[in-house]
């Protein structure tokens, strides 16, 4: 379980507004095939396993899957993965955490068991809940979950007496910013920052799969004060 949580952390800045789930399928102590749930409307984990297991010249039947949640069991953007394990014939199917999505919510794990497959769940939760505590606190709350990103001097100071822009953190501080940034499934800031630091909120130095510049939506809360805003901002400018 612990490799398909590092699996799942290759889907990291790709997979919102799903959760990043990996698979991985293991037959006598050997990985014969692993992958991580692509973008929205893609393939998910369990799939991109069994695809790798099959491109690796192996037979899952019979294989046990280590997936970090458990697999869908309805139809979206994608058809259920529990039905595709299930007509591969996978022998045993470990899930870390029961997905608390209303649609699912036990039913991936009774349609696997009802077919002959032995399942079981609960391993490495902890670790599983954390990667993808949003897709969790939404699910269960109906509300996001909040990441506050402060900067503040020794002092307890945000910013400079003049009103100048100025960073006050360290290159290191700034690089696990951008990282957090590119989890995020949106970057909420206010109009005074705007204003006073011209920012771009975009996603910098975060490696991510060919192909895919992770750029989540930009939000300013402006209050009454948005017509003041001096145009053009680089928020509204940015891309990448």
Not at 8 to 25: D, E, F, H, L
Not at 174 to 183: C, K, L
């Amino acid at each position: 379980m612990a490799l398909a949580l590092e699996w799942a952390a290759k889907g990291m800045t790709i997979t919102a507004p799903n959760p990043r789930i990996g698979c991985v399928i293991v037959r006598d102590g050997m990985v014969i095939g692993a992958g991580h749930t692509q973008p929205a409307g893609q393939a998910h984990a369990e799939i991109q396993a069994m695809r790798d297991a099959e491109a690796r010249g192996h037979d899952v039947r019979g294989a046990t899957a280590y997936v970090t949640l458990e697999p869908c069991s309805h139809y979206g953007r994608t058809p259920p993965c529990s039905n595709a394990l299930v007509q591969a014939g996978l022998g045993r199917v470990v899930a870390a955490m029961v997905d608390p999505n209303p649609l699912v919510a036990g039913r991936g794990m009774a349609q696997l068991e009802a077919a002959g497959i032995a399942v079981r769940q609960d391993v490495l939760a902890e670790q599983a809940y954390e990667l993808n505590i949003g897709f969790f606190t939404r699910m269960r709350h109906g509300r996001p979950w909040v990441r506050l990103k402060t900067a503040a001097s020794l002092d307890g100071m945000t910013a400079l007496d003049s009103g100048e822009s100025q960073w006050i953190t360290s290159p290191e501080a700034r690089a696990d910013g951008h990282a957090w940034r590119a989890r995020a499934s949106a970057i909420l800031t206010g109009i005074g920052t705007v204003k006073a630091d011209d920012p771009q909120l975009t996603v910098r130095g975060v490696a991510a799969p060919e192909g895919f510049t992770p750029v989540p939506p930009r939000t300013v809360s402006c209050g009454s004060s948005a017509l003041t805003v001096p145009m053009p901002v680089r928020i509204a400018l940015a891309r990448a």
